[in-house]
């Protein structure tokens, strides 16, 4: 596997001038794939400005001075990615990144309170000895619980203090949920239909927004019951 990246083929996710020169930062393998992750060391150096090259960007990471939900992350080459929370504890700043409607990781400005805690969809479950299941989230995170009364594609409102759920927000008719794939990425809509498709061929689900469309069940991220629980950016519900 090769440890570098020309930026000419940067994933598409990720905003970066491609023609300015020739080498950019490559993620590392971890919870996010490659077609979805946003080098640290990017983000701090060409997302937010806060340095000129990588060098200083390495420096500012060595120093403790960048959370990733909750946890102190020095590696320039780590891979953070959709609803990861990054905190600066010095300028007192905290984003969650998220997709615009363009497809593109991008950044928004959360309060302090908000940076406590994190939405993960379900991914699947495993069954563990003494009647309890180990939930398996989006980011590669896992949680163990007691009670099985979750089921995969929900999604939960997930506390780094604590690393309890404190919420819920089912992929079900009426849940506010964000686009995360598809021709309608980034857009906010709400659950019309779900149709289960009896074959190899993945669901579909019929979505009420600015406009009827339908995609993929993979694609739909609950973000709220009634509305959305985190902020979005250009995105609105009618």
């Known amino acids: 596997m090769s440890k570098h990246l020309k930026r000419l083929n940067t994933p598409r996710t990720v ?15 971890g919870a996010h794939a490659l077609s979805a992750a946003l080098p640290l060391g990017l983000l701090i150096r060409d997302y937010l400005n806060l340095c ?7 420096r500012i990471l060595s120093n403790g001075e ?3 939900d909750g946890i102190i992350r020095k590696s320039p080459k ?6 990861d929370v990054i905190t600066f504890p010095k300028t007192k700043k905290q984003y969650r990144i998220v ?21 993960r969809r379900i991914e699947n479950k495993t069954s563990l000895r ?19 009364t979750y089921t995969t594609g929900d999604v939960v409102k997930f506390t780094f203090k604590d690393k309890k759920i404190s919420s819920v927000y089912p992929r079900k008719q009426g849940s506010i949920s964000l686009i995360i794939g598809g021709s309608h990425v980034g857009e906010l809509a709400t659950i019309d239909a779900i149709d289960i498709i009896a074959s190899s061929k993945p669901n579909e689900v019929k979505m009420k927004g600015e406009i009827e469309f ?3 069940e993979r694609y739909v991220f609950p973000i709220g019951k009634n509305k959305p629980v985190i902020s979005i950016p250009e995105v609105s519900v009618q």
């Open 214 to 216: 339908q995609t993929l």
């Open 52 to 58: 000129d090259t990588r060098r200083e960007a390495k």
């Open 78 to 83: 780590f891979p953070v990615g959709f609803m």
């Open 99 to 119: 997709y615009n409607r363009r497809g593109r990781l991008t950044l928004v400005d959360i309060t302090t309170s908000e940076a406590e805690w994190k939405l």
């Open 15 to 29: 905003q970066v001038h491609r023609k300015e020169r020739k080498w950019t930062i490559r993620a590392s393998p």
């Open 130 to 148: 003494g009647n309890s299941t180990q939930l398996h989230f989006h980011d590669g995170a896992n949680c163990i619980v007691k009670e099985d």
């Open 66 to 68: 960048v959370l990733v």
